[in-house]
């Protein structure tokens, strides 16, 4: 067997580690340089004291980057000591609308709205029906839903459902149905009214030495060229305001220390169409919760329809007539008109005062929850409507056609 040559190769990695440990070891000799300049006048200084120049670090904004989250405690810009409650668009009042009523100091003169001319709608029911069905069931929007609960079966997994979202109905249903009453209206009526889309309001008040503000959302806002006319003309100082004892006016309204106090009435009063004349309300109910986690009662639906006509009417108010106002020239009026996509309840608030704690009141009339149908969705593959009921679409024309 022939033996291989035996290379005498050297490991150069080693051989420079031992070199690197061996020079540093060594020490640097004094040659009496520095004594010698000493001596001479020359001064002598260190090398990192003139390359290393000391700078006052300074910060730079980089494009790009992620900026650092806003922590929200007192060293907020808008952080105030005294707390603030407001309410807002998911908000619901504990006591509904006999808590609403003593935050705007409302009073209701009588049950159900004023007197009305209902017309016959029979022309138009058939696409009313035809808007029913393409709002619930025909539209192509196909989104997962919110998980179906059982009371009894609290621990029972459901499988998810997909299909056409709540808002997603209510939008297309109160478009089409606007857009319809629009078609079957005088054309004169139709000159004097403009739609607006997601609308920002906010009031603020102080009342029993508590600072309250509104900030809510006319998610469809209807205005018109003249405002409307006052409803009633009755006293209101001998009416009394519902009690509450031993709850506070203010319970489930939000606590707040981080805040900007503002009054925003969103449409310029230069605007040939600025008065308010119907806010349209939409009550999504995976969004409008209540605090304790229990379901919206139906006085809490009709206590958020008041809060939110008032927030209109009062930021209106204020826009037109100035902050020092108490007791209106002339009650603005604005209709309200609110739904889930199936129930509809109507109203009409007229603000007589910005004085929230005097002897004059402002009014409130309302309807009931009324439906417009009582079954639409597929049935056996065929998509059904049933139960519908005209008297919503008589109300919401005789609302648009109220001038």
């Given amino acids: 067997m022939r033996p291989s040559p035996h290379l005498c190769k050297q490991h150069l990695g080693w051989h420079f580690k031992k070199l690197w440990a061996t020079q540093s070891a060594r020490k640097i000799r004094d040659a009496g340089i520095e004594q010698k300049l000493l001596e001479k006048g020359v001064p002598v200084v260190k090398a990192e004291d003139i390359l290393w120049e000391k700078r006052p670090l300074e910060k730079i904004e980089v494009v790009g980057l992620k900026p650092k989250p806003v922590v929200f405690d007192h060293t907020h810009p808008n952080w105030h000591d005294k707390t603030i409650l407001t309410y807002r668009d998911n908000n619901v009042l504990l006591k509904g ?19 009305f001319t209902l017309k016959s709608t029979k022309k138009i029911d058939r696409r009313v029906k035809e808007i029913i069905l393409t709002s619930h069931v025909f539209d192509a929007e196909q989104k997962i839903l919110p998980k179906v609960k059982d009371p009894e079966r609290p621990a029972w997994n459901f499988p998810r459902v997909y299909g056409i979202t709540q808002p997603r109905v209510i939008k297309l249903l109160l478009n089409n149905l606007l857009q319809l009453i629009e078609n079957s209206s005088d054309l004169e009526v139709v000159k004097q009214r403009y739609v607006l889309d997601d609308t920002h309001f906010s009031y603020n008040f102080e009342k029993s030495s508590d600072l309250i503000q509104f900030e809510l959302t006319g998610d469809t806002l209807l205005t018109s060229t003249k405002p409307l006319p006052a409803v009633t003309e009755e006293p209101t100082e001998s009416f009394q305001l519902p009690d509450i004892h031993p709850i506070k006016p203010t319970i489930t309204l939000n606590k707040e220390n981080i805040y900007e106090v503002r009054g925003i009435y969103p449409i310029s009063l230069k ?9 349209f309300v939409p009550h999504v109910e995976t ?9 919206v009662t139906e006085a809490q639906i009709f206590g958020r329809s008041l809060l939110k006509t008032f927030t209109v009417a009062a930021s209106y108010a204020k826009e037109k007539y100035g902050n020092d106002v108490t007791v209106l020239p002339k009650p603005v009026v604005v209709q309200c008109v609110h739904t889930n996509g199936r ?7 007229q603000l007589n005062t910005l004085d929230l704690e005097g002897g004059v009141k402002n009014v409130w009339f309302q309807t009931g929850r009324l439906p417009l149908f009582e079954t639409c969705c597929y049935k056996v593959g065929r998509p059904v409507l049933e139960g519908y009921n005209n008297e919503v679409i008589q109300y919401l024309d005789a609302f648009y056609n109220n001038v």
């Fill in 97 to 115: 609308l006999q808590q609403a009523k003593i935050l705007t100091n409302t009073v209701e003169l009588k049950q159900g709205l004023p007197d």
């Fill in 343 to 349: 129930f509809f309840h109507f109203g009409i608030f």
């Fill in 287 to 295: 969004e409008v919760k209540n605090l304790y986690e229990e379901p």
């Fill in 271 to 279: 605007f040939a169409k600025s008065h308010p004349h119907t806010i």
